[in-house]
């Protein structure tokens, strides 16, 4: 019995990481849908999303969902402004120049950090206060609750979004082909910007998530978080909504299954052989359809 | 074709004599304490930037395949021969392998280091290299994270606390390190000019239709995967050496990052741009100390620059060629243009 419900705590702490896993890799997927972009900055908008929200509770004083808001609104434009600057100049170039500048801007991000707000990781306010919720014998700290549930609603909302809305429509379209769509009328440098700030916007969500669960702010937070979730993106299906949430929730419980029973040295390493195996079994991902090569 | 092509010799000549000539300088400078022990340290590490580039280049600039794992080759070879030399000097006084000359054990090891290196490379390469851009960009920094987390936690490399103590061989033999280097030049610039490198080249440029003429692609990818990764192996050799502490977080993910910058700016796909941009990216931020903290801000400002405005580094596919400079001098470019452009800057 006793190891049961140790087991149990492992697959909810597994699905409370996995949902911020899957939130980030949400971000990966549909820049990666839209612009066949791999944002390797991405993991670096987290960090960014952690510090504007911890600045707006620590320095401003606002409440959690106020401070929320704003790291959305911060990550957002930050993720239009680095696609406008360094990613538009290079639509048409070659996908190393573009993952190279990817990882420019990563490292810039983190760099720019490292300098405003040094190396030391920062506490971050605790800011959830929901009691604790008994399942039988098994207790749910509020925090894993509140993660869970905000990060099911935002991916509901996503689809929702994706599927019903105009806008929505126009980023199937332009992922789907981009020149076809501009001849339909779609504005796909709108698209793409909008592509842009969803995608961050749900990174900040998921960096407050995080943060109220291991509440500490550094300049290399993002690196690690990014990694992973984007990992979780391939393990879905790249550029396939569902496969994000699919594949976050997976490497989040793989991630806690392995710490709590193998070892947590290896989680990671794990993790990335995961990747590997994915890569070389399936490279299209749980949810992907193989693609022919055209010559 | 083949009875056609001259062998420019005295290409070859001038070339040798002045990386000799750079050699006495150096170790002249040396011997007179004109260098102190601080900045035959930064030349340490420009060896091993030097090294790392140009065979990075292999992958990144000739194979056209971006890899963000040659800080987990770098690794293997680091260790394995820091542990070779290490168990050597344990030994008991008087035993066989403690009367050999040091550089003989340092030699050996470094190749030992490049060896496994090599053999890791194949092993990664074989499945790897079945996916192109992208995903063999993601999967070779996997892999180089797995080397990096399981390096940290075997027994034989110190585990989290990492090798303490190895003897100091790179700073003690500084002529067997710079001629190491050249060496690891000169082998892989005659590589890229040879039969093998024109297939590589082939691969880069357009993988369909080198496979449709009958080039043999994985077997080349690989190749030029596995000899990187031997150098890279060399290069980790001579710095466990120089450092003489290998612990955690010596060749994380951002040591690959640090290398693929040289290579990018540099230009990928020209050794002379790898060799300028590792001196240059390791003497500046030494030379501009007092700005030390904006130096990763102002890589990374240069990377995403270069990339929108030349896309193709600094140096592009140019080589330099001593040969070719001394004949523009004297004006006679036209007319040898063609038989020295068969030959190679060394330096």
Known sequence: MEQVVMFLKQVINGVQVGSIYALVALGYTMVYGIVKLL????????????????????????????????????????????????????????????LIT?????????????????????PYPNTVNIPAVNVGPIQISGVTLVTIVLSAVSMIALQLFVKKTKMGRAMRAVSEDAQAATLMGVNVNHTISLTFAVGSGLAAIAAVMYCTAYPMVDPYMGSMLGLKAFIAAVLGGIGIIPGAMLGGFAIGLIESLTKAYISSQLADAVVFGILILVLLIKPAGIFGKNVGEKV | MKDTVKVPWKAYIL???????????LSGMIEAKVIDKYIQGIIMLVFVNIILAVSLNLTTGFLGQIALGHAGFMSIGAYTSAIITKAVKDLPDGSFLQSLPPQLIFGVALLAGGILAALFGILVGIPALRL???????????????????????????????????????TKYFGMCYWITILSIVILYMLVRSRHGRAIMAIREDDIASEAVGIPNTYYKVM????AAFFAGIAGGIYAHYLRILGAKSFNFSRSIEIIVIVVLGGMGSMTGSIVAAIALTILPEALRSFSDYRMLAYSIALIVVMIFKPSGLFGRYEFSLMGCIDKILGKGKKRSKETAAEGSVK
């Open chain 2, 15 to 25: 070339n040798a004599f002045c990386t000799v000539l750079i050699f006495v300088a």
């Open chain 1, 39 to 98: 944002n390797f900055a991405h993991g670096d908008f987290i960090m960014v999303g952690a510090y504007i929200s911890l600045f707006a509770m620590t320095g401003a004083g606002m409440p959690v969902w106020l401070a929320a808001v704003i790291a959305v609104a911060g990550c957002a434009l930050l993720g239009v402004l680095t696609e406008k600057i360094a990613y538009k100049p290079l639509r048409n170039s070659p996908k190393l120049s573009v």
């Open chain 2, 224 to 227: 030029a995967f596995s000899v």
């Open chain 1, 102 to 122: 990817a990882i420019g801007v990563s490292l810039f991000l983190q760099n720019l950090f490292l300098i405003l707000f040094t190396s030391s990781p920062k």
């Open chain 2, 132 to 170: 192109k851009g992208d995903y063999l960009a993601i999967i070779t920094l996997g892999f180089g994270e797995i080397i990096r987390v399981i390096m940290e936690n075997l027994e034989i490399t110190g585990g989290a606390q990492g090798l303490r103590s190895i003897p100091g061989y790179s």
